[in-house]
């Protein structure tokens, strides 16, 4: 590290952000280097370490023979402005050296509000914002993350996108460039050759063209790119590599502990949930290769506390099996084990029971809405009975806290389906008063509303979002009446959400707003401290763009989306189907009362579906 470099870590917050130097860090000789990947998370260093997929690759592409991948985090505020005034680049954790001086940088984006941040670690690192000022094979740019699956909004600043999950795709990708660099090929060479690895979607082969009403007339495809371009998956997750020896942050983290993945996918089919259709099919490990992990990783890492993550957890019919295993195991070596993500429907007491055998922590469930008509509407799969038989069950287990979760400006809400969160929220509070155990603590009802944001791949994807000023006024209308002192009530402003459902259902033609709002100070907007909202909309009124074409319109069922070149696996024939379904109010089962033909299972190789 330069001294330029120590003298400003001392102006900053937390300078153990930038430092790197934590236990198991890879460090390489460069001498034995062919390759070297700067990956880059478009958040501060406390979100990027607690990235899963981060954590998951760069692991994998660290096993690879002459490849060195190093992590790239954005700076926080603080040092960004310490960075322009001493003029220094953005540098990598592992080698402290410059950005620029990395063969590819690879970003993982897995939220719409980390777009200027992408373009700012580019700043900073003297690296040409578009993909078309880029020459040469030097910092070839690409990314991956869920947010890829409408890469739109990014593609005149990326090279190529990864699409899907990166276990087996990021070394193909990599191998690929190792030979391109040792026998000298032009970027445009490189590029012929990474889009046909499937999987890959290179944008500059690809024309749009529009309407005059804005609405896009054709996607053409160039030099013989596919029309269609599938995500990959991995099939056997119980061979897949785990980072059971993973780096130990030397500062706190927001998920300091240890994550076990159970299973990817999802099989309930929440209409609005982009996750469950872009995660499928669903995916499990056993549970014996799951324990297995589980020891290694906590008896590796010193961490005391573990976590079972996927996006349902007690769907895993393994959860008994493995948790019979990890609870002595966990006792024995004093370790903390939580199981996040379950559901009203199959709630296990006598699970919670086991897992907080000292102290009760709040419960968390996410009705989403609070009539059982609107459950429906968005395929919920979850009735009232369940919900207050389950906070019954806790409560006589002696839990007193409660969070629930609910979204507002949902598809055909009315009042009287806002109204209903109340209902619902008195109905918990004289659940508890009947059948507490423990009334001396008093009870809390954690609620929380979010703002509805239509994302593509999903049966909402059509739909209009509501005005801000009328998600305001149900917010109000709901806090109207909550009378009780047990219940707490928050909701999320709506302008970080209206500008998320802008970039997600975006085109190209937001690049300049971006590119925009970053020169004009646009950074960490998902950060309280940072967004500015006044600044995205003279970003937005200066390109001539009008968010509500992306957010308030709505978009028609025949009309051509942004995102249509790309396939998730998810027909767009099933999400139409039900689509129509939610507005007849119509449940669908989950995946395990039969399948409902979504088509992802074509996507496994031994699997055939007609869908």
Request: aromatic share 10%; charged share 25%.
């Amino acid at each position: 590290m330069t001294e330029l470099k120590r003298r400003v870590l001392h102006k900053v917050q937390k300078p153990a952000r930038y430092t790197g130097g934590e236990f198991r860090e890879i460090k390489k000789n460069l001498d034995d280097v062919r390759v070297r990947v700067a990956f880059c998370f478009p958040d501060t260093y406390e979100i990027g370490m607690s990235n899963l997929g981060m954590r998951i690759l760069y692991g994998v592409m660290n096993q690879m023979d002459g490849v060195w991948c190093e992590r790239v985090f954005t700076p926080w505020g603080d040092m960004q402005q310490q960075m322009r005034e001493h003029d220094l680049p953005l540098w990598a954790l592992e080698s402290q050296d410059p950005v620029k001086d990395f063969d590819m940088l690879a970003f993982t984006v897995g939220y719409e509000m980390s777009y200027s941040n992408i373009l700012n670690m580019l700043r900073l690192s003297g690296i040409p914002l578009r993909a078309s000022e880029r020459r040469g094979l030097k910092n070839i740019v690409f990314a991956g993350g869920v947010c890829m699956y409408n890469p739109e909004p990014l593609a005149e600043f990326f090279d190529f996108f990864s699409l899907g999950e990166g276990e087996e795709i990021t070394p193909e990708i990599i191998s690929l460039y190792d030979r391109a660099k040792a026998e000298n090929w032009e970027k445009e060479q490189f590029l012929l050759e990474v889009s046909k690895i499937p999987g890959i979607y290179v944008p500059s082969f690809y024309r749009h063209e529009y309407h005059d009403d804005g609405t896009l007339s054709a996607i053409v495809p160039l030099h013989g790119a596919p029309t269609k371009v599938t995500k990959r998956i991995v099939e056997d997750l119980d061979n897949a590599y785990w980072p059971t020896d993973t780096i130990i942050p030397s500062t706190e983290i927001v998920h300091d502990r240890a994550n076990l993945e159970v299973f990817r996918g999802c099989i309930r089919g929440c209409r609005f949930c982009q996750a469950g259709f872009t995660y499928r099919p669903v995916r499990k490990k056993s549970p014996e290769v799951l324990y297995r992990q589980a020891v290694e990783t906590l008896e590796n890492s010193g961490i005391n506390e573990i976590t079972l993550s996927s996006l349902s957890t007690s769907d895993y019919r393994g959860l008994r099996e493995l948790t019979d295993q990890m609870i002595p195991y966990c006792e024995q070596n004093r370790v903390n084990l939580s199981v996040p993500s379950l559901r009203a429907d199959n709630f296990s007491r006598e699970l919670m029971e086991k897992l907080q055998t000292v102290r009760k922590s709040g419960l968390t469930f996410a009705p989403e809405a609070g009539t059982q008509r609107l459950r429906d509407v968005i395929n919920k799969n979850l009735t009232e009975d369940e919900i207050l038989s389950t906070c019954a069950n806790a409560f006589s287990g002696g839990w007193n806290n409660v969070k629930l979760y609910f979204m507002l400006g949902l598809p055909t809400e009315t009042d009287e389906d806002v109204l209903g969160i109340a209902d619902l929220v008195y109905k918990v509070i004289k659940t508890w008063k009947e059948c507490a155990s423990n009334k001396k603590r008093g009870l809390r009802v954690h609620v929380a509303t979010a703002f509805f944001v239509p994302k593509p791949h999903t049966p909402f994807q059509w739909e209009k979002q509501i005005e801000p000023e009328e998600y305001l006024r149900r917010c109000k209308l709901l806090k109207s009446h909550f009378y009780s002192k047990s219940i707490e009530y928050n909701y999320h402003e709506p302008d970080l959400s209206r500008l998320e459902a802008v970039f997600a259902r975006g085109d190209r033609r937001l690049a300049p707003v971006i590119e925009y709002a970053s020169e004009q100070g646009a950074m960490l907007d998902g950060w309280d401290e940072y967004f500015r909202y006044d600044l995205w909309l003279d970003a937005l009124k200066a390109c001539g763009i009008d968010p509500e074409f992306y957010t308030t319109r709505g978009y028609s069922e025949d009309e051509l989306l942004p995102w249509d070149t790309i396939d998730v696996g998810v027909t767009k024939k099933f999400l139409l189907r039900e689509r129509k379904r939610a507005y007849e109010a119509c449940v669908t089962p989950d995946c395990r009362h039969g399948c409902a033909g979504c088509g992802a299972n074509c996507l496994l190789k031994e699997v055939q579906c007609d869908a």
